[in-house]
T-cell receptor, first 114, second 113 residues
Framework: EAQVTQNPRYLITVTGKKLTVTCSQN?????MSWYRQDPGLGLRQIYY???????DKGDVPEGYKVSRKEKRNFPLILESPSPNQTSLYFC???FGAGGYNEQFFGPGTRLTVL | EDQVTQSPEALRLQEGESSSLNCSYT??????LFWYRQDPGKGPEFLFT???AGEEKEKERLKATLTKKESFLHITAPKPEDSATYLC??????????????FGKGTKLSVKP
């Protein structure tokens, strides 16, 4: 089954404790992206990747890091999480490096930073 | 500034009562407009992509249309299983974040039996 998977689905952590949210897709998509969804603000792009070893900032990149060492994986790293990063996070992937085709979303990771 | 506004914020319908959701947008150059459905606790599920004014696409009870300033998602004879939040997003046809989807805040649709 074609899908985007994320782990963990739920995470409660404390301020400053480094964490990684994994994202994997099995569709051989070039483009991958991370979004966060907050009430009243909608979905906003954090980082994206057009292919292996090619990443760039989205609209709200502060406090996040990403890497793309393999085509299928695109982990999101919070090196020193803060409470304002409490949010619902979605990974998405798309055919084509430009991300201009439909993006397929993962199930989401609900993160709470205390 | 690129912007997407969806209305209404919430819509309650009786089963079988047709209606439309609106998505108005301002973007210097539109590359594509996307409709997604989102169920509680789940990721957005892709429905349609529209690229140019006048384009229409249909899927079961849903039909999406596009003009130069807005898009409509028409729901014909909805069923309770159509209850969800419907998200509209645009991609701009110029620089900035590659492939970035600019989302509206969504319309929460409830269909009562």
């Amino acid at each position: 089954e074609a899908q985007v998977t994320q782990n963990p689905r739920y995470l409660i952590t404390v301020t400053g404790k480094k964490l990684t949210v994994t994202c994997s897709q099995n569709m051989n998509h070039e483009y991958m992206s991370w979004y966060r969804q907050d009430p009243g603000l909608g979905l906003r792009q954090i980082y994206y990747s057009m292919n292996v070893e090619v990443t760039d900032k989205g609209d709200v990149p502060e406090g996040y890091k990403v890497s793309r060492k393999e085509k299928r994986n695109f982990p999101l790293i919070l090196e020193s999480p803060s409470p304002n990063q409490t949010s619902l996070y979605f990974c998405a992937s798309s055919f084509g490096a430009g991300g201009y085709n439909e993006q397929f979303f993962g199930p989401g990771t609900r993160l709470t930073v205390l | 500034e690129d912007q997407v506004t969806q209305s209404p914020e919430a819509l309650r319908l009786q089963e079988g009562e047709s209606s439309s959701l609106n998505c108005s947008y301002t973007v210097s150059g539109l590359r594509g407009l996307f409709w997604y459905r989102q169920d509680p606790g789940k990721g957005p599920e892709f429905l349609f992509t529209l690229y140019s004014a006048g384009e229409e696409k249909e899927k079961e009870r849903l039909k999406a249309t596009l003009t130069k300033k807005e898009s409509f998602l028409h729901i014909t004879a909805p069923k309770p299983e159509d209850s969800a939040t419907y998200l509209c997003a645009v991609q701009a046809d110029y620089g900035g974040s590659q492939g970035n989807l600019i989302f509206g805040k969504g319309t929460k649709l409830s269909v009562k039996p």
